[in-house]
């Protein structure tokens, strides 16, 4: 059994889990690749492709309450268009999980968090403009080798941040984090640090890399 268990897909669709006891799961990792081009086929078009996330842009609604921080209607309705795609189907998500590395470190990044979806933090701290470069559709994405090579300078331009822009990114993702969650040490730094490393990783060999969320 891998350390960090059998991610199963468990999502409601109403936009509105942090409300009650749950642990938002991202796995970023590599895999081979050439299991990653047959699997990609049957990815493509319900959850691994779609464009970046259309509309929130215009919701000019802040998502918190400066005191005492408080999510507004807007933090759900940013929650309910993301989980608007749907889930992956469990013979892609189970072929995925059995492809990721055995242990975390370069190629594998694993992380949990209390009442947080962490994809959907990153996603509030980018932004429109950062998430238009970031591959899938937050959190859930599959790329063979040579997506990874066209997608990684995106990605690069999108989380190799420098200060003030980093900071002010970090400060939205503890944002988000602080108004939702249950997790007051987690290090929001590794949400821009760790899957940008993954890709790299992937690239440096050669291989395919995917993304998969879930919801507990």
């Known amino acids: 059994m891998r350390p960090y268990g059998k991610i199963r897909h468990v999502d409601s669709l109403s936009g509105r889990e942090h409300m009650v006891s749950s642990t938002g799961v991202w796995i970023v990792g590599v895999i081979p690749g050439d299991e990653a081009v047959p699997l990609s086929e049957r990815f493509a078009s ?6 970046a996330i259309p509309g929130h842009a215009d919701d000019r609604e802040v998502s918190f309450t400066s005191q005492p921080g408080q999510p ?10 993301i989980l608007s795609h749907g889930p992956i189907p469990d013979t892609v998500r189970d072929a995925l999980m059995a492809l990721y590395p055995a242990e975390e ?6 992380t949990a968090v209390r009442k947080v979806r962490p ?3 990153l996603r509030y701290g980018l932004e429109a403009e950062g998430v238009s470069s970031s591959p899938g559709w937050l959190g859930d994405f599959l790329l063979t080798a040579e997506e990874v090579r066209q997608v990684l300078p995106l990605a690069e331009a999108a989380l190799a941040l ?6 002010a990114v970090l400060a939205r993702i503890d944002e988000w984090m ?3 969650g249950e997790s007051p040490d987690f290090d929001v730094a590794e949400l821009l640090d760790r899957p940008l490393g993954v890709l ?7 291989a395919g890399a995917a993304g998969l969320t879930a919801w507990y």
Do not use: C, K, M, W
């Open 162 to 167: 420098t200060a003030p822009q980093r900071a």
């Open 178 to 180: 602080s108004g939702l």
């Open 72 to 81: 507004t209607s807007a933090a759900g309705r940013l929650i309910d268009l």
């Open 105 to 110: 470190g370069p190629g594998l990044y694993v």
């Open 46 to 51: 319900p959850a691994g492709r779609r464009p």
């Open 119 to 121: 994809a959907v933090a």
């Open 200 to 206: 790299r990783h992937a690239s440096e060999n050669g």
